[in-house]
């Protein structure tokens, strides 16, 4: 009974490490989404950070499905900026395996 017990626990130990894990690449894959936006809407590197954090924040403070997207389609509009909501979502996945390897190293 104690080897399915260790099991069990093992299981367990592995499903937190993995949560934390897909937590973390998707923070960083968010925060190199929306540094790539801010770079698109002509902002300074320190504009760049700052304009992150913020976007972040709200996240955090207003979670909903496709926030950091829906957030950045209304920033990008209001700065008569020509990129849609499938060109967004494009750079999110070519994002995806770079913010991944960044993470995971």
């Known amino acids: 009974m104690?080897?399915?017990?260790?099991?069990?626990?093992?299981?367990?130990a592995k499903y937190s490490f993995d949560l934390e894990?897909?937590?973390?690449?998707?923070?960083?894959?968010?925060?190199?989404?929306i540094n790539?936006?801010?770079?698109?809407?002509?902002?300074?590197?320190?504009?760049?950070?700052?304009?992150?954090?913020?976007?972040?924040?709200?996240?955090?403070?207003?979670?909903?499905?496709?926030?950091?997207v829906s957030l950045l389609m209304a920033d990008l509009e209001r700065s008569n900026t020509d990129i849609t909501v499938s060109a967004l979502n494009a750079k999110l996945e070519e994002l995806r395996p770079v913010a991944r390897a960044e993470v995971l190293t």
């Open 2 to 12: 104690s080897s399915f017990n260790d099991r069990e626990r093992g299981f367990e």
């Open 36 to 68: 790539w936006a801010a770079q698109q809407m002509g902002k300074s590197a320190e504009e760049c950070k700052a304009y992150t954090n913020k976007i972040i924040g709200e996240v955090v403070a207003n979670p909903r499905e496709n926030g950091v």
């Open 21 to 33: 894990q897909n937590f973390r690449i998707e923070t960083h894959l968010n925060k190199m989404l």
